[in-house]
């Protein structure tokens, strides 16, 4: 079992839906879960940090923590084709700045 | 504030020959993390340093080395390349080295080994 599981993907929603993204983890000590951004040839960009359990909202982000079911989710409203990149799930388990990724998810907002 | 900087961004090299990499954090930022992110196995963890002392290690061979200065910019080394090594290697700087802390990219080094 991977530390952190992602879907692949390839996720395609139309432009104005909500596009959901989903992450499972194994190690129940982990503390600290990030979403990034990956265009392609680009570098990871962080979108969201979510430390405790419930919802965190960020304009058109909001992650979801629940422990209890090891899950992490990214939801994005109004999805914009300018969304369509890859969306990585990170997890620190209180190893300093050591972050384990997910293989991502690749996201496809068509207009 | 600059973000964190790493050069070069392009590196092509032959089998069996060596490497440095260079990572400059934000201005203020203590820990740097480096990443290796090839197509098959995603972005993984190859060591974190703070404050000049490695603090984690992830799972790869002895090849992959660093060490970080006290103007917190690092340096990570391969030795004897191998095709495998070809990679986009990440650093990421943040504050400190606390679990909680947000890590910022650098652009990449892209690294071909032929």
């Known amino acids: 079992q991977k530390e952190v599981e992602q879907n692949s993907g390839p996720l395609s929603v139309p432009e104005g839906a909500i596009a959901s993204l989903n992450c499972t983890y194994s190690?129940?000590?982990?503390?600290?879960f990030f979403w990034y951004r990956q265009y392609s040839g680009k570098s990871p960009e962080l979108i969201m940090s979510i430390y405790s359990n419930g919802d965190k909202e960020d304009g058109r982000f909001t992650a979801q923590l629940n422990k209890a079911s090891q899950y992490v989710s990214l939801l994005i409203r109004d999805s914009q084709p300018s969304d369509s990149a890859t969306y990585l799930c990170a997890v620190n388990n209180n190893q300093g700045g050591k972050l384990i990724f997910g293989q991502g998810t690749e996201l496809s907002v068509k207009p | 504030k600059a973000g964190v900087t790493q050069t070069p961004r392009y590196l092509i090299k032959t089998r069996g020959q060596q490497v440095t990499l260079s990572c400059s954090p934000i201005?203020?930022?203590?820990?740097v993390s480096w990443y290796q992110q090839t197509p098959g196995q995603g972005l993984q963890f190859l060591f974190e340093?703070?404050?000049?002392?490695?603090?984690n290690k992830g799972n790869f061979p002895g090849r992959f080395s660093g060490r970080q200065f006290s103007n917190s910019r690092s340096e990570m080394n391969v030795s004897t390349l191998e095709l495998g090594d070809s990679a986009l290697y990440l650093c990421a700087s943040s504050l400190d080295s606390i679990s909680t802390d947000t890590q910022y990219f650098g652009p990449g080094t892209r690294l071909t080994v032929l």
């Open positions: 201005s203020g930022h203590r820990s």
């Open positions: 340093y703070f404050s000049e002392t490695q603090r």
């Open positions: 190690d129940r000590g982990s503390q600290s």
